[in-house]
């Protein structure tokens, strides 16, 4: 079974510093692996995935994500945060190309203070 | 915008009730996934439709049914509802790629 770990609950960074969000994933295989975010009363906005090809994957949004397989992780990075990305963060995962479902991680809610 | 509509946005109805969810997915997109938020269970997957048939099923009740109709739109459908079953419902679709787009959800109430 696939599986996402988001070990922080809350991130809280001062505007401009750089921003972190932690996921390590959990998968029989290759994974496909996304970060989502979630705006208050607001669905999923999708933010970038990582399939194959180069560990360093850029999105929307100035974010980009790192794939370490060895790791097994794909952290969310932000080299200067705004205090509009204040939100709430989701890692996903889909465990093989015949399998289209996500699995989602519990969320990391980012507090960006001016 | 994602291009993906739910409606209706919000709805309160008391437990043992019946409502029905709809989901209209972005053009083009032949598959729709419908998931439940909430604060105990966080994102579960519950359902996928593929061009009118069902895909795939994750952690969806006996109670809760889907379908998806030749336009595409999709219905879930929650019957004999129950206090936990209070929670945002959200469609998302795709078709060929590999990442979703998720509608703005309909948050359920139930009393």
């Known amino acids: 079974a696939q599986s996402v770990a988001q070990p922080e609950d809350q991130v809280n960074v001062a505007e401009g510093n750089p921003l972190t969000v932690k996921c390590t994933y959990s998968v029989s295989g290759n994974p496909y692996l996304f970060w989502y975010v979630q705006y208050p009363n607001r669905g999923l906005q999708f933010l970038l995935k990582y399939i194959t090809g180069d560990n360093l994957v850029k999105g929307s949004y100035g974010f980009e994500a790192e794939f370490n397989k060895s790791q097994t992780s794909f952290h969310l990075k932000k080299p200067s945060a705004l205090v509009s990305d204040s939100a709430l963060y989701f890692c996903?995962?889909?465990?093989?190309?015949?399998?289209?479902?996500?699995?989602f991680g519990a969320g990391t809610t980012v507090t960006v203070r001016a | 915008d994602s291009g993906v509509t739910q409606t209706p946005k919000h709805l309160i109805t008391a437990t043992g009730q019946r409502v029905t969810l709809r989901c209209s997915p972005r053009?083009?997109?032949?598959?729709v996934y419908w998931y439940q938020q909430s604060l105990d269970q966080g994102l579960q997957f519950l359902i996928q439709?593929?061009?009118?048939?069902?895909?795939a099923k994750g952690n969806i009740l006996e109670r809760f049914s889907a379908q998806q109709f030749p336009d595409l739109h999709s219905e879930l459908n929650l019957s004999s509802l129950e206090l936990g079953d209070s929670a945002l419902y959200f469609c998302?679709?795709?078709?060929?790629?590999?990442?979703?787009?998720f509608g703005p959800g309909t948050r359920l109430t139930v009393t």
């Open positions: 996903a995962v889909r465990g093989s190309p015949n399998d289209y479902k996500l699995s």
């Open positions: 439709y593929y061009n009118g048939e069902e895909r």
């Open positions: 998302a679709s795709s078709v060929g790629s590999v990442e979703k787009y």
């Open positions: 053009s083009g997109d032949l598959s």
